[in-house]
């Protein structure tokens, strides 16, 4: 039986996350990858741990071993960004001691996870919600233009609060821009004003008036709730669920924008 890696597309559905993890977040990832190996043996001596070649070669589908078939790279042309950031961290994992040359074989490229590395697995174990997961509470591509970026990037990185903050900011800056405002209206009293009934710059007045209050509610609540904390003291935002809701909030409000500022402008 040959050696076995789950993808790491398993845990890193596309490269930009891989890209834009801190170096922990790969550490970490790296050994959880290193632990799906199913083990085995090769033709020439019995398996103990994992290979750090054969790894490689499985990751970037570049055969190392006769009679070993090539197979598409992982990430396609994004494959060499890649490979350098987990071999980085492969290399990070050495130094702090996670895995290491395994005793019992005859060849230097042979390793496995120290005591402290299974640790720090169970401890990730123990945790809300796995790695994988994460990844997938987000989906770049469903993102607005002005979330897909530095947003998303800091809920990768698991910087939660960070990631609701920036969302909700971009949105009292596109509701300022769409509605023609200075910079001394923010928060709540801009969305008041941008969304005021029957008057408000962005106020759709082809609907009544309750409809037209509801909005303008949706937006200083939005706002009140999820953005002004932020701004004026140290929030903990652990939950990365939370912190999804929260950017997918922003998201439906920033298509609202969109679509108000279109009407105002008479934009098709």
């Known amino acids: 039986m040959g050696m076995t890696f789950s993808p790491l ?15 922990d977040r790969l550490d970490e990832i790296l050994l959880q990858h290193l632990k799906t190996y199913e083990g085995g043996q090769t033709v020439h001596q019995p398996v103990g741990g994992f290979n750090r070649d054969y790894y490689i070669a499985v990751m970037e589908g570049k055969p190392r071993y006769l009679g070993q078939l090539p197979t598409q790279p992982e990430y396609g042309d994004r494959q060499p960004d890649v490979s350098r950031r987990m071999r980085e961290a492969w290399q ?3 130094t702090k001691g996670y895995v290491i040359q395994n005793p019992d074989q005859p060849v230097a490229d042979w390793f496995v996870i120290t005591s402290a590395g299974e640790d720090l697995i169970k401890r990730f174990k123990q945790g809300a919600i796995p790695s994988d997961t994460v990844t997938r509470m987000l989906p770049r591509e469903a993102l607005h233009p002005k ?8 809920f990768m ?25 200075g910079n001394n209206v923010v928060g709540v009293a801009l969305m008041r004003q941008a969304f005021a009934l029957d008057t408000g710059p962005l106020t759709d007045k082809s609907v009544e008036r309750g409809e037209q209050s509801a909005r ?3 937006f200083a609540g939005a706002i009140g709730s999820y953005k002004n904390p932020h701004s004026h003291r140290d929030v903990d935002l652990s939950d990365p669920m939370e912190a999804a809701e929260i950017i997918l909030l922003a998201n439906h409000l920033l298509r609202i924008v969109d679509a108000r500022a279109k009407a105002r402008t008479g934009t098709p």
Do not use: N, T, Y
């Not at 597309?9 to 170096?23: G, H, I, N, Q, T």
């Open 216 to 218: 303008m509610d949706l």
């Open 9 to 23: 597309k398993r845990f890193f559905p596309s490269a930009d996350e891989v890209l834009v993890a801190d170096r």
């Open 92 to 94: 990070r994992l050495v």
């Open 157 to 181: 990185r698991g910087e939660f609060d960070a990631a609701a903050f920036q969302a909700m900011k971009a949105v009292e800056v596109s509701v300022r821009d769409a509605g023609s405002f």
């Open 147 to 154: 979330l897909s970026d530095k947003p998303w990037q800091d």
